[in-house]
């Protein structure tokens, strides 16, 4: 196990709700980026946060928001759901924001848009 | 912008043959990392084996091995004497210097007893 945790495990929502997915980063890690894995597909990065900043975005509209709190942990937060978005959430925790160091991924939330 | 392009959708192989990932890493970055992760049913990453783009030289951990050819952006992973335990989907990721990961399609690898 990795250390980072991810809650919750599963989730369905209705199209055109919020939903907010949570992060647990490693102990001592400070940047935690979030993917988004379609069925059948590799992960693709939304953004990073370091420090309680965002560093870094990917290709997603701003209905896909975050945060980073003190301790480091983080939520993904998703507007107006699309059945698009349905997909596994995937979070990644790292001692920092370089390449050098190796992210450890939590065991995602599965969420279903209907 | 990264592209990572991993040939194999699927390979199937008896158990304790070898087996071989390609996988073609596309950037205009001089400076980037390469990985593999692996993905068992479970659905967490795990990460295998990292490489920078200026250390060519290539390595065996265990029954892992790698071989990165700069000149043609590839980015090969074999697993010897494979089990079944092995099986999983294979991902082949890209990375820039800071951090952002770019994901292979990925390689469902099933091993058979």
């Known amino acids: 196990e990795t250390g980072v945790t991810q809650s919750p495990t599963h989730l369905i929502k209705t199209r055109g709700q919020q939903v907010t997915l949570r992060c647990s980063s490693q102990?001592?890690?400070?940047?935690v980026s979030w993917y988004q894995q379609a069925l059948g597909q590799g992960p693709q990065f939304i953004f990073q946060?370091?420090?309680?900043?965002?560093?870094g975005r990917g290709n997603f509209p701003p209905r896909f928001s975050g945060l980073q709190f003190p301790n480091y942990s983080s939520e993904l937060n998703v507007n107006a759901l699309e059945l698009d978005d349905s997909a596994l959430y995937l979070c990644?925790?790292?001692?920092?924001?370089?390449?050098?160091?190796?992210?450890?991924f939590g065991p995602g939330t599965r969420l279903t848009v209907t | 912008a990264q592209k990572v392009t991993q040939a194999q959708t699927e390979i199937s192989v008896v158990e304790k043959e070898d087996v071989t990932l390609d996988c073609v890493y596309e950037?205009?970055?001089?400076?980037?990392?390469l990985f593999w992760y692996k993905q068992p049913p479970s659905g967490e990453l795990v990460f295998l084996i990292r490489?920078?783009?200026?250390?060519?030289q290539n390595e065996i951990s265990g029954r892992y091995s790698w071989n990165f050819q700069k000149s043609t952006s590839s980015f090969n992973f074999t697993i010897t004497a494979s089990q079944v335990v092995d099986s999983a989907v294979y991902f082949c990721?890209?990375?820039?210097?800071?951090?952002?990961?770019?994901f292979g399609q990925g390689t469902i690898l099933t091993v058979h007893p």
């Open positions: 990644a925790s790292s001692g920092g924001y370089l390449a050098d160091y190796e992210q450890y």
């Open positions: 102990s001592g890690h400070n940047t």
């Open positions: 946060y370091y420090r309680e900043e965002e560093n």
């Open positions: 950037t205009r970055d001089t400076t980037y990392y």
């Open positions: 490489r920078n783009s200026f250390d060519e």
């Open positions: 990721v890209g990375g820039t210097s800071y951090g952002k990961l770019t």
